[in-house]
């Protein structure tokens, strides 16, 4: 069985990318948040091996998400998923615990790349 992957992220539209991605490379999607509130609590639940997680959301940052997610599960590994010009953003989601980062538009090969090597499957 595949790896199993919490997607997160406010918009649909992105959702739906990374889940296709995923499905097509043989993960399995456990779970969707459109929040960072309901992107710890649906990790809780889950306990996905990846989170890939938006930085941009409401309620909660996806930076905010990460630290609290880091901070109950050490061993979480989350990918940060950001647009071009938040690098300041994506330096501080590193420092809260995400393990890398992908940028929108995704590409496949580069969010499987990416996805590969923090799993240590690269």
Do not use: W
Not at 5 to 14: G, S
Not at 18 to 38: M, P, S, T
Not at 81 to 108: H, R
């Amino acid at each position: 069985m595949g790896k199993r992957v919490l997607v997160v992220d406010d918009a649909i539209f992105m959702r739906n990318t990374l889940k296709d991605v995923f499905v097509a490379a043989g993960f399995e999607v456990v779970g969707e948040a459109q929040h960072g509130i309901e992107a710890v609590d649906r990790y809780k639940q889950l306990k996905p091996d990846l989170v890939t997680m938006d930085i941009v959301m409401p309620y909660k940052s996806g930076i905010e998400a990460t630290r609290d997610i880091v901070k109950a599960d050490p061993g979480a590994v989350i990918v940060m998923c950001s647009a071009l010009g938040q690098e300041n953003l994506v330096m501080e989601a590193i420092e809260a615990g995400a393990a890398d980062f992908i940028i929108k538009p995704f590409k496949q090969d580069e969010v499987l790349a990416v996805v590969r090597k923090v799993l240590g499957e690269a």
